[in-house]
């Protein structure tokens, strides 16, 4: 992670730069990398790959190669193509002096898993995705930032200055004094609602109170002193965003684990302000985190930056632009939504969300579209079809960067969130090849994978473990052995 700079112009280079050190690329100043690909166009879309369906999702998962082999040893032939994808959802100090290139890829990954459906997203926040496409499409496609010394023009001193703020704010740790004196609290009037079968989606006011990590709630302020009606423990539970802006709702559902299974609760907040606050602190009560986490008010302003992209703009100077729009509007949403629109309906509504990011630089625009894919329910989860031992019929599991959960092939409604945290060991029989993992409190699960090889699943767990390990200092080294010890094979 130490910035190197440039031979060549002597600007800031990205140490993923050194990945082609032997390779042509480097003679052509690997720039070419940091710049995306003009949009595909809606025909050649249609033809890739669709899943319409979690068990279509497991499929996307399969062709991972073995990191403890060498590409020959897994029959990789010359001239072979491979995909280079980022293959752990944990995205280390992303810095947009240095990261052009890791930007740059990491932005066409999500493109690429938006626009096939890989993940899934409400038409509102497709809007946004497509309105980010074009703004960094036309922003590409400009003689401004063809010159890429000119985009990269910083000043060393400012440059290491400016990577300073960003180790010491990303390097404020847990034990600040501040954690340990005074955690911050949230008090306010929220509505709450628990699925019953035929029941109809009441909500009901309660008086709450989020400490820690967890949401304590009380029938009205004054009775805050005495017991509350139930309290709320989030470390290891699900936070899914119930959101929709036009209609002003602003909804948090939280799939809290218990003995037997996931508890379900709806929280509705009042307005934008109220909800990035309780949503930040949900995501962060689920991580572990409170309030005081240097993580709390960057993850609120995030959420906020999201809902006002969400916002609706009048349509005056829309309508003038759409004849300007030079570029087919389908190019930059789904297949699927493309279908539902007309063409100009469809490009009144790209430009009218374009309106929120229009004045937004190149590498912004695409860090705001990393961050909006990272807020996405699905985000991060990697999906494969298992048999769990005893169990008569086939379950999904969903692994993530702290956590593997059972989810329900034919519903998909999560059954049990399993914390590696809370992980004592795990181990994989190879003759019959089958997964085994022991946690806290006497629970273990054993299960085959369907969808592709055990040893895929056992070097997702082993990484995000690894990663898991690693400290906020950028200059340490990366533990190459530690890697595959934890993700290797039989050996």
Same mark, same amino acid.
């Given at each position: 992670m130490t910035p190197t700079y440039d031979p060549i112009n002597g600007t800031p280079?990205?140490?993923?730069?050194?990945?082609?050190?032997?390779?042509?690329?480097?003679?052509?100043?690997?720039?070419?990398?940091?710049?995306?690909?003009?949009?595909?166009?809606?025909?050649?879309?249609?033809?890739?790959?669709?899943?319409?369906?979690?068990?279509?999702?497991?499929?996307?998962?399969?062709?991972?190669?073995?990191?403890?082999?060498?590409?020959?040893?897994?029959?990789?032939?010359?001239?072979?193509?491979? #995909?280079?994808? %980022? =293959?752990? &959802?944990? $995205?280390?100090?992303?810095?947009?002096?240095?990261?052009?290139?890791?930007?740059?890829? *990491?932005?066409?990954?999500?493109?690429?898993?938006?626009?096939?459906?890989?993940?899934?997203?409400?038409?509102?926040?497709?809007?946004?995705?497509?309105a980010l496409q074009y703004h960094i499409s036309k922003l590409s496609l400009s003689a401004e930032t063809q010159d890429f010394t000119h985009e990269s023009e910083v000043d060393e001193v400012e440059a290491a200055?400016?990577?300073?703020?960003?180790?010491?704010?990303?390097?404020?740790?847990?034990?600040?004094?501040?954690?340990?004196?005074?955690?911050?609290?949230?008090?306010?009037?929220?509505?709450?609602?628990?699925?019953?079968?035929?029941? #109809?989606?009441? %909500? =009901?006011? &309660?008086? $709450?109170?989020?400490?820690?990590?967890?949401?304590?709630?009380?029938?009205?302020?004054? *009775?805050?002193?005495?017991?509350?009606?139930?309290?709320?423990?989030?470390?290891?539970?699900?936070?899914?965003?119930?959101?929709?802006?036009?209609?002003?709702?602003?909804?948090?559902?939280?799939?809290?684990?218990?003995?037997?299974?996931?508890?379900?609760?709806?929280?509705?907040?009042?307005?934008?302000?109220q909800y990035a606050q309780w949503m930040a602190a949900c995501i962060l009560a689920s991580k572990g985190k409170t309030m005081a986490d240097s993580s709390y008010q960057p993850e609120v302003l995030n959420i906020l930056s999201f809902l006002r992209m969400k916002n609706r703009n009048s349509a005056s100077q829309v309508a003038s632009n759409i004849e300007t729009m030079d570029i087919n509007p389908e190019c930059f949403v789904s297949p699927r939504c493309a279908k539902k629109h007309k063409s100009k309906q469809l490009a009144a509504r790209i430009l009218e969300a374009h309106q929120n990011v229009a004045q937004m630089p190149l590498v912004e625009a695409k860090l705001r579209f990393i961050q909006a894919w990272q807020s996405l329910p699905e985000f991060g989860l990697t999906y494969y079809l298992v048999r769990f031992k005893g169990s008569k019929k086939d379950d999904i599991l969903g692994v993530s960067y702290n956590r593997l959960i059972r989810i329900d092939a034919t519903t998909g409604i999560p059954i049990t969130t399993w914390r590696f945290t809370n992980m004592k060991q795990w181990n994989v029989n190879w003759e019959i090849r089958q997964v085994a993992i022991e946690f806290d409190q006497n629970v273990s699960i054993a299960f085959t994978c369907l969808s592709a090889d055990c040893k895929i699943v056992h070097e997702y767990i082993g990484g995000y473990i690894f990663l898991s390990t690693r400290s906020k200092d950028q200059n340490e080294t990366l533990d190459e052995d530690l890697f595959h010890k934890l993700t290797g094979g039989q050996d």
């Open positions: 280079a990205s140490s993923t730069m050194t990945w082609f050190s032997d390779s042509p690329l480097t003679e052509q100043n690997c720039s070419i990398l940091a710049f995306s690909q003009p949009p595909q166009s809606p025909e050649a879309l249609a033809d890739m790959y669709q899943p319409r369906s979690l068990v279509d999702k497991t499929k996307l998962n399969a062709g991972w190669l073995d990191s403890s082999r060498s590409l020959m040893e897994q029959g990789i032939q010359e001239d072979e193509q491979l #995909l280079l994808r %980022f =293959k752990y &959802y944990t $995205f280390f100090d992303l810095n947009p002096k240095y990261d052009a290139v890791r930007i740059n890829q *990491l932005y066409e990954q999500a493109r690429w898993a938006i626009l096939l459906e890989e993940i899934d997203c409400t038409e509102e926040e497709m809007m946004i995705f497509a200055l400016s990577n300073l703020e960003v180790t010491l704010e990303g390097g404020k740790m847990d034990n600040t004094l501040e954690d340990i004196t005074d955690i911050p609290q949230l008090a306010d009037n929220l509505k709450l609602f628990r699925p019953k079968k035929l029941i #109809l989606k009441a %909500f =009901k006011q &309660y008086w $709450f109170i989020f400490k820690d990590t967890s949401i304590a709630y009380f029938k009205n302020k004054e *009775l805050e002193q005495g017991e509350p009606v139930e309290k709320l423990n989030l470390r290891g539970c699900e936070v899914v965003p119930d959101v929709n802006v036009a209609g002003r709702k602003f909804g948090i559902k939280l799939l809290i684990p218990v003995a037997d299974g996931m508890n379900e609760v709806y929280l509705r907040c009042d307005h934008e302000n």
